[in-house]
């Protein structure tokens, strides 16, 4: 119940949250009990009482603070008496003779009966606690009635009575705090050591993420740029069946490489080293330039693209990255909406904020859903084909461009994702996508 209590109890071994909460309040119990001394010191002082062998209340409390001492120094020669266990043992005779000893129940020895208790509350278990705080009530009930005139009323035996019941309560109280307290230890530790291992994984996702596209990216290349020469060459004497066979492996190599620029996006990220490199943009030109890469798919599932961008979107921001962004959303539309399905895009730009709106009118999502959107490789539905990270590389896009984004969806009610952006000043109405060999689609 010292300072020094706070050793291992097993060699080397690393202590258990219970042994941690145990060693704390143990040290900090040991400073309590030098304080609380001290208290009873001056107080025996300004009253003293003799007891019944003959010596003051202050001397009885000079003996228990000289069995401390002696007990201080034999702990530090003796490893038998460094076990926490060991010293409740030795203070509750100890105490039990001076309070035998003392003037009056209720007095300073009655005090330092209620400290040691509490000390072995804080050090012993649970079962040992409540054994050794029935102990204590058991033995001050038989030294009380030895005292002269102390049981003479019925008053005095309800007080006695009273002090038992502290007893029991200090001892038992404090028992199950410890408890609780070891208990909360315990899951914090584990929720500690849940989250490093999270971590520890997240950081080995990260690498094997960013060093298997990194090798697979090489060989990809590869193979695309083969299977265009090939085709190149040998258009005019494949027959029609090769030539779907062809254009279908062109087609897997182009989506592998696509799902490979999503984990590499995506790991850039979440590891905050993807570099923007920002510019005054016209968001119309982003959009433009999405919907040529997206239109084909559109078409062929009989799906309809309607766009409503009638005033100029400025924002200040990657136009590659932001057109990965826009990619991302009409795709996600196409894929999770049926044929037939009209596929909206508006934005307008007011009160220094620019939008962006992706809306269809398919099936819709649950409300409950919608957080779990944006998490990686999360798929609303497993048939669709798709890599689950589309959504996951918008929201990490937006929030580097220091946007916002937000799920509009009720089930059969359709969806719509809104992209919101800080507006860019300097943006003018200058056909900037024209200046670049592209051509904004009809508003």
Not at 80 to 102: C, G, H, I, N, T
Not at 203 to 222: D, K, Y
Not at 344 to 357: D, E, K, N, V, Y
Request: charged share 15%; net charge neutral.
């Amino acid at each position: 119940m010292s300072a020094s209590s706070k050793q291992p109890t097993s060699g080397g071994a690393q202590p258990g949250p219970a042994e941690d909460v145990t060693c704390l309040f143990a040290g900090v119990l040991w400073q309590v009990r030098w304080v609380v001394l001290a208290g009873l010191l001056l107080l025996s002082f300004a009253q003293p009482l003799v007891g019944r062998a003959g010596l003051p209340t202050w001397g009885l409390i000079l003996l228990f603070v000289s069995y401390n001492l002696a007990l201080e120094m034999l702990r530090r020669w003796t490893p038998f008496l460094r076990e926490l266990s060991m010293l409740p043992l030795l203070d509750l005779p100890v105490v039990a003779a001076l309070y035998a000893a003392s003037a009056a129940p209720g007095g300073p020895p009655y005090v330092l009966v209620l400290l040691v208790v509490t000390c072995a509350a804080a050090t012993l278990s649970l079962r040992a606690s409540l054994a050794y705080t029935a102990v204590a009530a058991a033995l001050l009930a038989l030294i009380a009635p030895t005292l002269p005139f102390w049981l003479a009323t019925t008053w005095q035996t309800r007080e006695v009575g009273a002090q038992l019941l502290v007893v029991l309560l200090v001892g038992a109280g404090t028992a199950l705090l410890m408890r609780q307290l070891t208990r909360s230890q315990a899951q914090a530790q584990a929720s500690r050591d849940e989250a490093l291992r999270l971590a520890e994984l997240h950081v080995l996702r990260t690498r094997f993420f960013a060093s298997i596209s990194h090798e697979l990216r090489t060989p990809l290349t590869a193979v695309k740029a083969s299977l265009g020469l090939l085709e190149a060459s040998l258009d005019e004497r494949l027959k029609p069946d090769e030539r779907r066979l062809l254009a279908n492996g062109r087609r897997n190599v182009t989506r592998l490489d696509g799902f490979i620029s999503d984990l590499l996006a995506l790991n850039q990220i979440e590891a905050g080293v993807l570099a923007l490199d920002p510019e005054p943009l016209d968001l119309r030109d982003v959009v433009a330039s999405a919907i040529s890469a997206v239109q084909p798919l559109i078409q062929q599932k009989g799906q309809t693209l309607a766009v409503d961008l009638p005033v100029v979107l400025p924002v200040n921001g990657d136009q590659r990255r932001l057109e990965q962004v826009v990619v991302n959303l009409l795709g996600n539309a196409h894929e999770h909406t049926p044929a037939g399905t009209t596929i909206r895009l508006t934005g307008q730009a007011a009160l220094g904020t620019t939008t962006l709106s992706v809306a269809d009118n398919g099936p819709g999502i649950d409300a409950v859903l919608h957080s779990r959107l944006f998490e990686p490789f999360w798929q609303l539905d497993h048939t669709s084909g798709g890599s689950g990270l589309g959504l996951a590389i918008v929201k990490g896009m937006v929030d580097l461009h220091g946007g916002q984004i937000q799920v509009i969806s009720e089930r059969g009610a359709g969806t719509t994702i809104r992209l919101s952006f800080p507006q860019s000043a300097g943006v003018q109405e200058a056909p900037v996508a024209a200046a670049q060999g592209r051509e904004r689609p009809s508003f």
